[in-house]
């Protein structure tokens, strides 16, 4: 069995599902992009998209139950690796911003383009969500 989880306020998506909780407590995101849940792109800088992306990924997993320590793997598509090189003491700031220190297992590939021709960065998880969350023991 599973479910489509789709945040609350977020535009509906074509083609696809932001989230799907299989069992009960695996949750698969989709590809998130650095648009907003209205799919709109507020910047076009590769910090500001990656941020929004790992925003969008946090919220899909929200939406289901967990928390941003439930996900336990990230794939990155990246159009441009000498950007993210030459910005790494941003992305990680970035990251700490909207992760904690929390690390998932990650991936890195870098691709020539992605289907939003303004999308600089794609990140999809995979997250196991606890039952355990609201357990006041």
Known sequence: MHKVIQPDGWK?????????????????????????????????DFIGQMEQALRNIVDVV?????????IVRLTWYVVDKKEYVARQKEVGAAYRKVMGKHYPAMTMVVVSALLEDAA??????????????????
């Open 12 to 44: 509906d998506p074509k083609g696809y599902s932001n989230g799907i909780l299989a069992d009960g407590a695996r949750l698969y995101i989709g590809g998130q992009i650095g648009w907003t849940r209205d799919q709109v792109f507020e910047t076009t």
């Open 62 to 70: 929200e939406a289901a139950g967990g928390k941003a320590t439930d």
């Open 120 to 137: 600089l960065i794609e990140i999809e998880a995979t997250a196991a969500i606890s039952p355990f969350h609201n357990d006041p023991a």
